[in-house]
Nanobody
């Protein structure tokens, strides 16, 4: 499974972006999907995850109340709506999928990864 993350860009602090994650050659409707991010010189950080049907979500502490993960299974897309962005949100954002339907916040539990999309928040 090859994942494609898109929607990154440059935004001012307080602004919003919506990232999208799709899979090539198949849908993600049976997979839990997560978003992670990594800034230069830091470890990969868990951002959010959603289960296969969108009925359960979890978030990293640093994004709770600002980011929302959702999915549209007929379109085969998982979204990350990011509001009230802060300079510390600047990172490469990756989407990842598990072989199973249930969510997890550990990067090691995800089997498929996309190439990442850059998000830069200016102060």
């Amino acid at each position: 499974v090859q994942l494609q993350a898109s929607g990154g860009g440059l935004v001012q602090a307080g602004g919003s972006l919506r990232l999208s994650c799709t899979a090539s050659r198949r849908t993600l409707s049976n997979n839990a999907v997560g978003w992670f991010r990594q800034a230069p010189g830091t470890e990969r950080e868990f951002v959010a995850a959603i289960n296969w049907r969108g009925s359960a979500t979890i978030y990293g502490d640093s994004v709770k109340g600002r980011f929302t993960i959702s999915r549209d299974n007929p379109k085969g897309t998982v979204y990350l709506q990011m509001n009230n962005l802060k300079p510390e949100d600047t990172a490469v954002y990756y989407c990842a999928a598990r072989r199973v339907a249930y969510i997890d916040d550990g990067a090691g539990d995800y089997n498929y990864w996309g190439q990442g999309t850059q998000v830069t928040v200016s102060s």
